[in-house]
């Protein structure tokens, strides 16, 4: 699969100020962040920290208050072909079927369609394309939004905590379809998570944001070879790189977001190691596929 665009993104002086003097919510501050062609980027952060705000934004679907986005060196001014989004609720057609969905970007750009049998195929959803939404499961929806992203071959792919709704046999299974759905593409992936295992195992890079205000606080590099399975989650690099994680957002959310990652790292020595956190400077990282 090709794009017909190079999937860089530009992220300049972004700030988001929702609502008015009376109501005034500065949800991101001045971030600045440069994903390279090709990248898989993922985002953490605190609840309301400004997550879906900078995808939002990105998507083109969200105007910042200052700063600016560029997609290919081209200023974003509202959603474009070049750009795909995936939300973590269902927002499948529900008058189309399966089928219908996916192929409907293609179709509204006069595009070729005879791929959406082999992308329904590769999700799992060939028995189902004739069925409509309702008639779908939870992951099967979410199958269906990630083949209809597909279908579009969009240079940059958006995710707002896709998977987040989902059982966790099923969320893993699709973090790797995912993954192996992106390595065919040429594409740039922009991936909003309150997972930081999910975080890792998908990413080139872990953009951490700070409390809202939202900004970058750090990003780190994520050196595990691709392709990656289930078994990337138990090597000493992924470990260390959780913890690490895990430490830099407690440090960020406080107290009261301490409760909700307890049980993340339960069992395990809480000791932070050794600080490769590189800080944002903007610099990109690898994207080996
Ligand atoms: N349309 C809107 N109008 C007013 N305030 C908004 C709007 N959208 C978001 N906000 C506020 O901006 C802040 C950032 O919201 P955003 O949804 O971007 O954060 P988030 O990090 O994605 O949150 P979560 O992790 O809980 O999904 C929050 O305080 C939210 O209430």
Redesign the pocket.
């Given at each position: 699969m090709t794009t017909d665009f190079g999937g860089r993104v530009d992220i300049e002086s972004l700030s988001?100020v929702?609502?008015g003097e009376e109501?005034r919510?500065v949800?991101?501050d001045g971030l600045d962040l440069e994903i390279d062609p090709g990248e898989f980027l993922t985002v953490l952060?605190?609840?309301?920290?400004?997550?879906?705000?900078?995808?939002?934004c990105v998507a083109g679907h969200?105007e910042p208050t200052s700063g600016r986005v560029l997609a290919d060196g081209e200023p974003v001014s509202g959603p474009g072909p070049e750009r795909g989004v995936v939300f973590q609720e269902n927002r499948l057609f529900p008058w189309k079927t399966v089928r219908e969905n996916v192929a409907f970007g293609p179709e509204m750009c006069d595009r070729p369609t005879d791929h959406v049998a082999d992308l329904l195929d590769r999700m799992g959803l060939s028995t189902f394309a004739d069925s409509y939404p309702n008639q779908l499961s939870g992951g099967m929806a979410q199958r269906a939004e990630l083949a209809r992203l597909l279908a579009n071959e969009p240079s940059i792919m958006l995710m707002?905590?896709p998977f987040s709704a989902l059982d966790a046999m099923t969320k893993g299974r699709m973090q790797l379809e995912l993954l192996s759905a992106w390595r065919e593409t040429d594409a740039t992936a922009l991936f909003?998570t309150?997972d930081v295992e999910e975080a890792i195992l998908l990413a080139d890079r872990v953009v951490v944001?700070t409390a809202?205000p939202?900004t970058v606080k750090t990003v780190v590099d994520v050196p595990l070879s691709r392709p990656r399975d289930h078994d990337s989650r138990t090597s000493e690099t992924f470990t260390e790189l959780k913890r690490e994680l895990l430490a830099s957002i407690h440090g960020e959310a406080g107290a009261e977001f301490d409760a909700e990652f307890e049980t993340a790292v339960e069992g395990e020595d809480r000791t932070v190691t050794g600080d490769r956190t590189a800080e944002s400077d903007g610099s990109a990282g690898g994207t080996s596929r």
């Open positions: 988001k929702y609502g109501e919510v949800a991101v952060g605190p609840s309301g920290c400004g997550k879906s705000t900078l995808l939002d969200v707002d905590e909003v309150h944001m809202r939202g």
